[in-house]
């Protein structure tokens, strides 16, 4: 049977379907990587790979042996995570999936205050679509995840915060000014349950589409946008703050009169939550929050 080290090897030839690639990653020769591969190939009695001028291919066998060596080593983290969160100290790596609107916002202070904290820990950092995070933590491949709006979730759910919406504008003073206006409304792509609280609000405000629309990909383009005068645009206070000058800001009101609010939650299974690098973060969250509701 191959020892570990040969199903890491095996992992990154899957990875890179090159064999100069894996050397490099490895720090290996390319023969002496031959070498081993004929060794291992040798020892599971079949090819793994088929070699060509274009680089690797998985036989079929080897497709096999490459879905047993990611669970071997995948299994191999967790109990390696479970034995530094037993020792003293907060260590190991605690893997986050963050949505991006959080991550760019938010989250920067709470890794800073994290890392000085706790320096033998590592962050892994992805960030994205709220729909992703889920995926993300239903695939096992990070500790937590931070989302926005409300979680169809399982697990453990951490309430975080909620932050209001705001129709913000160089111009408009007021939502009843958009039904005159000929200033193209800015939108940002996003997860479909923010996109469908806006549609609601703005149906249930004008019962009808906006004159003129400009779709971005990315939240801080249609802040700029909005903020360089171009027209206006639907944020999260998240993505704002009091320093902005000539900007007006009105808050979006739901039905019953009350302020719109996007909220982001901390989601996880319950095993995560006993690892100590994901207890310390979550403690120091929960401290953060508590210290800013406090200015």
């Known amino acids: 049977m191959s020892s570990l080290s040969e199903f890491q090897l095996l992992s990154v030839l899957a990875q890179e379907m090159n064999m100069r690639k894996a050397s490099e990653r490895l720090f290996v020769s390319q023969p002496a990587l031959s070498q081993r591969l004929q060794t291992i190939e040798k020892d599971w009695g079949t090819k793994l790979f088929i070699r060509s001028q274009k680089g690797l291919a998985l036989t079929p066998a080897g497709e096999h042996v490459i879905e047993f060596v990611n669970e071997v080593l995948t299994r191999q983290e967790k109990v390696r995570e479970t034995v530094h969160s037993l020792q003293s100290g907060v260590s190991g790596t605690l893997k986050i999936a963050v949505a991006s609107i959080v991550g760019q916002n938010w989250l920067p202070q709470v890794l800073k205050r994290y890392i000085d904290r706790y320096p033998q820990a590592k962050i892994s950092l992805v960030t994205g679509w709220s729909s992703e995070i889920l995926k993300s933590l239903y695939d096992d491949q990070v500790h937590i995840g931070i989302i926005r709006g409300t979680p169809d979730w399982k697990g453990v759910k951490v309430h975080l915060f909620n932050d209001p919406l705001?129709?913000?504008?160089?111009?408009?003073?007021?939502?009843?000014?958009?039904?005159?206006?000929?200033?193209?409304?800015?939108?940002?792509?996003?997860?479909?349950?923010?996109?469908?609280?806006?549609?609601?609000?703005?149906?249930?405000?004008?019962?009808?589409?906006?004159?003129?629309?400009?779709?971005?990909?990315?939240?801080?383009?249609?802040?700029?946008?909005?903020?360089?005068?171009?027209?206006?645009?639907?944020?999260?206070?998240?993505?704002?703050?009091?320093?902005?000058?000539?900007?007006?800001?009105?808050?979006?009101?739901?039905?019953?009169?009350?302020?719109?609010?996007?909220?982001?939650?901390l989601l996880g299974y319950e095993s995560s939550f006993q690892l100590k690098q994901v207890k310390a973060f979550v403690e120091l969250i929960k401290e953060y929050i508590a210290e800013s509701s406090e200015e």
């Open 166 to 265: 705001y129709l913000v504008d160089r111009e408009i003073t007021s939502p009843e000014q958009i039904i005159n206006t000929d200033r193209p409304f800015i939108q940002f792509k996003s997860d479909s349950n923010y996109y469908q609280e806006i549609q609601d609000w703005w149906m249930r405000n004008f019962k009808t589409s906006p004159k003129r629309t400009v779709v971005v990909d990315q939240i801080e383009t249609c802040k700029q946008m909005a903020f360089n005068g171009i027209g206006y645009a639907i944020l999260p206070s998240i993505t704002l703050t009091k320093t902005e000058k000539d900007i007006f800001k009105i808050p979006l009101l739901d039905e019953n009169n009350h302020p719109l609010k996007r909220d982001t939650w």
